[in-house]
């Protein structure tokens, strides 16, 4: 009897075996597929090495790496793979870390000079080369001095460095394949042989624990799949996402630049770049005007004493620029607008019969980010706000927050974003009064409000207990691109604490003061943000209403370019962004250009619409739409730029 594990798996089916079993041993019981497919088990729990030695009456999942569990375990193996090469190659080559990433892992290496693309492909080779060599990868625990002893002999001194931080009470993993060792916690997969279809994508600079006073350290980054069809499918996704890049759609449409004098991370908007921020900001302004907002504007200096009542000196200094001295006061620029909006919602006594009170404005923010994590459009030090604050009781609560969400998907349906996730996190318990504002029922009452309003609007939404902000819960919403490309958008917050802080009240229907309720809502995020999202998921190819050049007319010859003229005058009149191309070029020509500038509707002219007052349209990617009179032609592109309709296409 005590010999006989039972081991029950997810789908509830009981299989009865000898011990001193492994889960490696239990998949080849299943079948020999499944043994060479997967990569981790689940122990009661837990996942573990497939070696693990499994106990009496455990619960077992198998993985392969298809499942994320898997593919992960996968990934992580795969850098050490690479350290592995990297180490065969470059024995003097130190290693730092290695993590897996969505879809991706890298590894950091202390090396003279950089990594060409050849020297990854050469170090690609010795993977495969390795992998094929089918290395038992054995896990093998150690006290924290005995790791340090190793990994001082070894010579890896940012190992030991790693280790020392660590607690000395603390029993350490490393994992071994051949000759090679590395510090981790696993799991793994068993055999190097499991790891098939890797390809190594790209090296860069970066610093030693993310900080630009250590030294620049290499890294590689690379992939792995579970099959072959997998990999080519997330290369091929790789390669649309380079095309689609904002930052080099961003040059060739002349929508924003970075100058060195103006300095790094302070985008200047282009004109092509600002008419679509002002699109957006209109789009913003007339939905929020349905909705109740009233628009507001504050100045970005303000003295130190506000940012000190608001908390942000207390938690968010790292993020701001240094004060400066005006007259002997101290001030900052603002890397938020609450704290101006609070102070506007204090202005006059407020009455349960005000609320809410929903204060919208464009605001610029500084916040500083570090030089390394700058990127593109989507980390910057300037940024422009979609911002807006809403305070109202809590009875109203459930509704407000409701009606934001709502707008977030109204907003998607205008984008055609087909695929978001609302991450809702939590407050912890435990650390109540630490790292939250301590006040149970509050965060308890308010979660549940949260929570109902989304159910009640039927959203999706995961929820992540103890990443809630201090002062209340948030919502984070990733959406995905055309090509399903992931961003964090906008964030939304509930505030139960800044309130009080600035004693903001209402009388309330019994003549007593009370305190609001706020939240903290940007569904279009900040619009550097916004637009770099918006670049990728169109590729360019933005539909009419935000396009920044709308309509071009391609004359045929010199005589119709007083017609042509006449067109664009009367477009331009009524709004809409219309050019003329009078260079002498063939129309095939001027087709090729406006096709590569991706305007959205090409307006060809020759002799015969002229005569009959009709031109012959051309839609990019569409092709030819016929002849239509001008009158009939200007009216619908303005309802097509009135109801902005996205006419983008998802593939090419
Ligand atoms: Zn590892
Ligand atoms: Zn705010």
């Known amino acids: 009897m005590s010999n006989i594990i039972t081991i029950t798996f997810p789908d ?41 030695p499994i106990e009496l009456n455990a619960s077992i999942e198998l993985f392969t790496g298809e499942a994320p569990e898997g593919h992960e375990v996968l990934l992580h193996s795969t850098a050490h793979l690479m350290a592995q090469a990297v180490k065969e190659i470059y024995p003097k080559a130190q290693v730092t870390i290695g993590p897996a990433i969505e879809n991706r892992f890298y590894y950091d290496f202390d090396i003279d000079g950089t990594f060409s693309d050849k020297d990854l492909l050469r170090i690609e080779e010795k993977m495969h080369e390795l992998a094929n060599r089918g290395q038992i990868v054995t896990r093998k625990e150690m006290s924290r001095d005995d790791a340090i002893t190793l990994f001082k002999k070894m010579g890896e001194h940012y190992k030991v460095e790693i280790i020392e931080d660590i607690d000395p009470g603390e029993t350490l993993s490393a994992y071994q394949q051949s000759d090679f060792i590395d510090l981790c916690r696993g799991p793994h997969v068993p055999n190097t042989g499991e790891i098939k279809y890797f390809k190594l994508l790209n090296s860069s600079g970066a610093y030693w624990r993310g900080d630009e006073k250590n030294k620049m350290l290499q890294r590689i980054y690379g992939t792995v799949f579970s099959s072959k069809k997998s990999l080519k499918k997330y290369l091929n996704f790789l390669e649309e996402a380079k095309k689609r890049d904002h930052r080099k759609i961003g040059r060739e449409l002349e929508i924003y630049i970075f100058d060195e004098e103006v300095g790094p991370g302070l985008p200047l908007w282009l004109p092509n770049g600002t008419i679509i921020l002002d699109e957006l900001e209109d789009l913003a302004k007339e939905s929020e005007r349905k909705a109740g907002y009233k628009r507001v504007r504050t100045p970005h200096l303000s003295k130190s004493s506000l940012y000190e009542r608001s908390g942000h000196l207390e938690h968010y200094k790292d993020s701001m620029y240094p004060a400066m001295d005006i007259d002997g006061t101290e001030y900052y620029v603002k890397p938020m607008n609450c704290p101006h909006h609070h102070k506007i919602y204090a202005a006059s ?141 906008a964030t939304n917050q509930v505030d139960f604490a800044v309130p009080g802080r600035f004693n903001l ?40 209403w935000l396009a920044p050049r709308q309509v071009i007319i391609l004359p045929v010859s010199e005589k119709v370019h007083d017609y042509g003229r006449e067109i664009v005058n009367e477009m331009f009149e009524k709004g809409i962004r219309c050019e003329i191309d009078t260079r002498p070029e063939k129309i095939g020509a001027k087709i090729r250009q406006a096709e590569l500038s991706k305007i959205p509707v090409m307006a060809i002219i020759g002799e015969k619409e002229v005569e009959a007052r009709t031109i012959s349209v051309r839609r990019r990617k569409i092709g030819d739409q016929g002849s239509i009179p001008l009158d009939d032609f200007i009216s619908e592109i303005l309802d097509e730029i009135k109801t902005r309709r996205h006419s983008y296409r998802k593939t090419e």
């Open 12 to 52: 509830a089916s009981t299989r009865e075996y000898e011990s001193g079993i492994n889960s490696l041993q239990i998949a080849e019981s299943i079948g020999p597929r499944l043994a060479q497919d997967v990569v981790v088990s689940k122990v009661d729990g837990e996942l573990r090495d497939l070696s693990y």
């Open 349 to 489: 006594p407020k009455s349960y019969r005000d609320l809410p009170v929903r204060l919208a404005e464009y605001g610029t923010c500084y916040r500083y980010e570090k030089s390394g994590q700058l990127f593109g459009l989507m980390r910057v030090r300037s940024m422009q706000m979609n911002d807006a604050h809403i305070y109202c009781t809590p009875e109203q609560f459930k509704e407000e927050f409701l009606d934001v969400c709502r707008m977030y998907l109204m907003y998607f349906e205008i984008f055609g974003i087909e695929k978001y996730m609302m991450r809702l996190s939590l407050h912890d318990p435990a650390e109540l009064g630490k790292k939250y504002v301590d006040d149970s029922d509050l965060w308890i009452k308010t979660e549940k409000a949260v929570k109902e309003a989304l159910d009640d609007g039927g959203f999706n939404y995961t929820e992540i207990p103890g990443e809630a902000a201090f002062y209340g819960p948030k919502i984070d919403v990733q959406v995905w691109s055309a090509i399903g490309k992931e961003f964090t958008l």
């Open 505 to 544: 009240t209402y009388t309330n229907a019994d003549g007593k003061d009370e305190t609001p309720l706020c939240i903290h809502r940007a569904p279009l995020s900040t619009h550097e943000r916004f637009v770099g999202f918006l670049i990728e998921h169109y590729a360019g190819d933005f539909p009419l």
